[in-house]
Nanobody, 123 residues
Framework: QVQLMESGGGSVQAGGSLRLSCVAS????????MTWFRQAPGKEREGVAS???????VYADSVKGRFTISKDNAKNTLHLQMNSLKPEDTAMYYC?????????????????WGHGTQVSVSS
């Protein structure tokens, strides 16, 4: 069982930045593939960014050039650096882990989820 704990959310004005973190623990946490998702009120949960153990990354079109995903293996921590934030980035952000699906942005591929951290961007 993998446990995930997000932090770093908050309220910022448009154009601002936030850095989200997700600490992984539990059995096998070093071997999972991890992805950031978000869910705005009334909308489906969507994949935002994913990172492979070899460093390859994939991003949703809506965040390309503004968000950067990274992983600190020594600290078992996944990060999401979010710059040039827009009001439409307002959502609950979740990290998710999977044993089998690297670089996926599809919700159904993930078995383990954190509780989320809220990001609110005002105009």
């Amino acid at each position: 069982q993998v446990q995930l704990m997000e932090s770093g959310g908050g309220s910022v004005q448009a154009g601002g930045s936030l850095r989200l973190s997700c600490v992984a623990s539990g059995y096998g946490y070093r071997n999972v593939y991890m992805t950031w998702f978000r869910q705005a009120p009334g909308k489906e949960r969507e994949g935002v960014a994913s990172i492979h153990s070899d460093g390859r990354t994939v991003y949703a079109d809506s965040v390309k050039g503004r968000f950067t995903i990274s992983k600190d293996n020594a600290k078992n921590t996944l990060h999401l650096q979010m710059n040039s934030l827009k009001p439409e980035d307002t959502a609950m952000y979740y990290c998710a882990a999977s044993w089998f699906t690297p670089l996926s942005l599809q919700r159904q591929d993930f078995s383990y989820w954190g509780h989320g951290t809220q990001v609110s961007v005002s105009s």
